[in-house]
């Protein structure tokens, strides 16, 4: 199956029923490794809305969840520089902060928010994202929960878009090269 948006095409590369397995095992490692701790999600928009949705409805424990909103792509590129649009509004003073992110690729969106999150003296941070680009990751920072690790490819679906477009979509797409 494939689907196009805009003058791109998309093979289907992760389906629904995989991806929604994979988030609970994620939320179940979260429930074994975070239970008594006092925790604050931060997810990252847009593109981890439904992710962060999906992962906290089975979570066994309760959390505020906030979000923030860095841009870094145009397209199907980064731009190589991460723009604050909305920053950290949360008192995580002492807390165990969790940072839900839809994909990592550079890094460089993950070093930009922790540097935000580290002036407001959390106890510690974890990572989470659904898609970990290995081959091309930058940082130094340990990514702590990793739904899969793909190759560079661009995708689509599940709350990542293509200027745009394909967020709606239940499964992840992969460009069709």
Sequence with gaps: MAVTLFDKTFALYIGA?????RVKEMAAAMN???RGEDVVFIGILNGAFVFVSDLLRHLDFNAPVSFVKLSSYKG???????ISLI??????????????EDIVDSGK??????????VFKPFQVRIATLLL??????????IDYVGF??????????????DGLGRNLK???????
């Design 17 to 21: 029923e995989t991806i929604q397995e």
């Design 32 to 34: 074994a490794g975070l």
């Design 76 to 82: 199907l590129a980064s731009s190589g520089k991460v």
């Design 87 to 100: 920053g950290v509004g949360e008192n995580l003073k002492g807390k165990t902060v969790v940072v839900l």
């Design 109 to 118: 969106t993950i070093s930009a928010i922790l540097e935000q999150i580290s």
């Design 133 to 142: 680009k290995p081959d091309v990751y930058n940082g130094t920072v340990e």
């Design 149 to 162: 690790r793909i190759p560079n490819r661009f995708v689509v679906g599940y709350g990542l878009d293509y």
């Design 171 to 177: 499964d992840l797409y992969v460009l069709d090269e």
